[in-house]
């Protein structure tokens, strides 16, 4: 099983599945996101990126994001540093867009804390499911500051503007069940459940033709960017792509024979 240890990020990937693991590991500092942390995560994600590029069909199926130890996902931006940053160089963008813009799809697992810069993480990912007791919020206007890798857009998008500004505004922590009904989680589980529950998701997303499930992300995440002309242009694109892969074939053949389709990711 491919696997590394960064400085501050752990990795593997399971070739039976392509379900990858991505672990931030400071768990000391409720893994907040120091620059060596961010340049990790973004470094695990090129390399899952590399082994898929080099692979025959696809390696990865799906990315789960997790923190290390019992406490946290991740308490935000590492507030030590903010000091020694200058004005205008301090970004947390490319390490909050780096699961949007991942090839296949990103679960955020969330126990424990999740905030400031660890929930904009989490809210870049496709999917996430947290513990009934984690803890959701935007820290920074307690620090007189404001979420500055995303944030406030795509809660914004996900919760409305409203929920978006309640939240931010009074830096208050919501629980995982509170969380799962506004929509910011897709399901809040008893923390014992959580592993199993991320697991069985993974594998469900694992077990369905790759090249559909990377379209679907695709154009998903252009429904937010575009108008709804150009994104019905797009799909359609995408579709007669997809049409012509060899996956694609081999779904129809399967149905018509009334047997499981062999996905090839090709
Ligand atoms: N940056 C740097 N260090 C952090 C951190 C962060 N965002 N969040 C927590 N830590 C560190 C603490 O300083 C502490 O370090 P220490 O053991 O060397 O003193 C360690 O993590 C454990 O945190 P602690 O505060 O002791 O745990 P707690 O359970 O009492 O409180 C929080 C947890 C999350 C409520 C509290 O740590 C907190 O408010 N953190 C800041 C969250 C924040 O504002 N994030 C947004 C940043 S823009």
Same mark, same amino acid.
């Given at each position: 099983?491919?696997?590394?240890?960064?400085?501050?990020?752990?990795?593997?990937?399971?070739?039976?599945?392509?379900?990858?693991?991505?672990?931030?590991?400071?768990?000391?500092?409720?893994?907040?996101?120091?620059?060596?942390?961010?340049?990790?995560?973004?470094?695990?994600?090129?390399?899952?990126?590399?082994?898929?590029?080099?692979?025959?069909?696809?390696?990865?199926?799906?990315?789960?994001?997790?923190?290390?130890?019992?406490?946290?996902?991740?308490?935000?931006?590492?507030?030590?540093?903010?000091?020694?940053?200058?004005?205008?160089?301090?970004?947390?963008?490319?390490?909050?867009?780096?699961?949007?813009?991942?090839?296949?799809?990103?679960?955020?697992?969330?126990?424990?804390?999740?905030?400031?810069?660890?929930?904009?993480?989490?809210?870049?990912?496709?999917?996430?499911?947290?513990?009934?007791?984690?803890?959701?919020?935007?820290?920074?206007?307690?620090?007189?500051?404001?979420?500055?890798?995303?944030?406030?857009?795509?809660?914004?998008?996900?919760?409305?503007? &409203?929920?978006?500004?309640? !939240? *931010?505004?009074?830096?208050? @922590?919501?629980?995982? +069940?509170?969380?799962? %009904?506004?929509?910011?989680?897709?399901?809040?589980?008893?923390?014992?459940?959580?592993?199993?529950?991320?697991?069985?998701?993974?594998?469900?997303? &694992?077990?369905?033709?790759? !090249? *559909?499930?990377?379209?679907? @992300?695709?154009?998903? +995440?252009?429904?937010? %960017?575009?108008?709804?002309?150009?994104?019905?242009?797009?799909?359609?694109?995408?579709?007669?792509?997809?049409?012509?892969?060899?996956?694609?074939?081999?779904?129809?053949?399967?149905?018509?024979?009334?047997?499981?389709?062999?996905?090839?990711?090709?």
């Amino acid at each position: 099983m491919p696997s590394e240890s960064l400085a501050t990020v752990e990795w593997d990937l399971d070739e039976d599945t392509g379900i990858a693991t991505i672990m931030l590991n400071r768990p000391d500092v409720l893994n907040a996101l120091s620059s060596q942390l961010r340049e990790d995560v973004i470094t695990a994600f090129k390399t899952l990126e590399r082994l898929d590029d080099e692979s025959d069909g696809v390696a990865v199926s799906v990315v789960v994001l997790e923190g290390a130890g019992e406490k946290a996902f991740c308490a935000g931006a590492d507030i030590t540093e903010f000091s020694e940053v200058q004005t205008g160089s301090f970004n947390m963008s490319p390490v909050t867009s780096i699961a949007e813009e991942f090839v296949a799809p990103v679960i955020a697992k969330i126990d424990g804390y999740c905030l400031g810069g660890g929930l904009e993480v989490a809210l870049s990912c496709d999917f996430r499911f947290a513990s009934e007791d984690a803890l959701f919020g935007f820290s920074e206007v307690n620090l007189g500051l404001i979420p500055g890798g995303g944030g406030t857009q795509r809660l914004a998008e996900l919760v409305g503007p &409203s929920r978006a500004k309640r !939240l *931010s505004m009074t830096g208050e @922590k919501i629980d995982g +069940n509170k969380a799962a %009904e506004d929509g910011i989680v897709n399901e809040a589980v008893p923390e014992e459940e959580l592993d199993e529950t991320v697991q069985e998701f993974a594998q469900e997303l &694992s077990g369905q033709p790759p !090249l *559909s499930i990377r379209s679907l @992300k695709d154009v998903v +995440n252009r429904s937010q %960017e575009v108008s709804l002309a150009e994104g019905r242009r797009y799909e359609r694109r995408v579709f007669d792509i997809l049409q012509e892969t060899e996956d694609a074939d081999e779904g129809t053949t399967a149905f018509a024979e009334d047997r499981e389709p062999e996905w090839q990711g090709k």
